[in-house]
């Protein structure tokens, strides 16, 4: 009895013993799963590649090779770009990418070669990326002061395009946030072909009178948003391109520049709608035009532009605030083989939009006369021109305007 009852002792021992032994190799098990994981993340430091930040040394090199290292690997991939100055040519970063996201923290500064000679297009081309963030507080230096009399687009519309600085293509849930884009020598960010990009506190500066240095221009996308953002340069501070929707701006300071554009639209055959495009709280100081919707005189595409809503705007001595200019024709070329009616805007609504205009016209509206501008609405527009007697007028031809809290002169309400 006595040697049955130390059996089943020893019995129940060893299962106690087998059960711990096979919990701790289970645990075991899973902390190796886990490092594995951790193990996949992969952060590459430019400088650890090679990368010298005297501003003078070509560091393209490096930086494709931490991109390439970082787009190979798997779960979550950073590039450092260090405090320094790091001097490169044409970047070109391209996706799929194998890991969960890509950052670029951008502490330091990249700057752009002037030699034209080594560009095909653009200087940093991001193309078929998702998750990808561009971080930080450096900067992005486009040295575009260098290069800027070789533009010869104020002479001639088909003229040879210089580098734009930052170009997404095909990127979809992007953050591009906190750096600053500088001196581009052409467009500073252009967005083309996206779906669900942020841009978030950055910082876009160029001299008012830089050519072609759009701040943030954008087309064929879809769910942009441009928030906290201030843009000053020779251009328009933002222009939406066709085939935009789903555009959220707010809290975007702007000028000097063009102001917030869309279009210009009708140039090409066979453009996309521009739809739902919401602009809000935000500032316009000093830049040439406000809100402004252009498209060609003669557009060689249908294209509709609506649901547009612009609301709690501020203007700062601008000099058309308000305008929409079907007869936009750039360096008179033009011809009569286009219609201005094939573009139709419609559903464009002014909401508490105040301040001061440099010139007398507040409100310029030239429509179509084939197809008048549809579903214009402005409520509490209320804007002084600088000038003597701080008198402002509208210029309407076209348009169908519905008006309330706007003084009768600047109203285009017939």
Known sequence: MAFRNVAIRVFFLLLVVSAAYAKDKEEKKDEK????????????DITKLGAKDDGKTDCTKEVEEAWASACGGTGKQTIVIPKGDFLTGPLNFTGPCKGDSVTIKLDGNLLA??????????????????????TGKGTLDGQGKAVWTKNSCAKSYDCKILPNSLVLDFCDDALIQGITILNSKFFHLNIYECKGVTVKD???TAPGDSPNTDGIHMGDSSKVTIVDTKIGVGDDCISIGPGSKEVNISGVTCGPGHGISV??????????DVTDITVKNCVLKGSTNGLRIKSYEDAKSPVVASKFHYE???MDDVGYPIIIDQKYCPNKICTSKGDSARVTVKDVTFTNITGTSSTPEAVSLLCSDKKPC??????????EYTG???????????????????????????
Not at 33 to 41: I, R, T, V, W
Not at 116 to 134: D, G, P, Q, T
Not at 263 to 272: A, I, N, Q, T, V
């Open 33 to 44: 799963k886990e490092g594995a994981a951790s193990e996949a993340d992969g952060t590459y």
């Open 113 to 134: 070669s002037n030699d034209l000679a080594k560009y095909k297009a653009n200087w940093i081309e991001i193309m078929r990326v998702k998750n990808l963030a561009i």
């Open 202 to 204: 950055v910082t876009v």
């Open 263 to 272: 279009g210009s639209l009708g140039r090409y055959k066979d453009e996309k």
């Open 312 to 314: 709690n705007v501020q």
């Open 374 to 383: 549809e579903g214009v609405t402005m409520n509490d527009v209320k804007i």
């Open 388 to 414: 003597k007697n701080n008198k402002t007028m509208a210029v309407c031809t076209n348009a169908k305007v519905t008006a309330k809290g706007v003084d009768k002169a600047n109203s285009c309400d017939a």
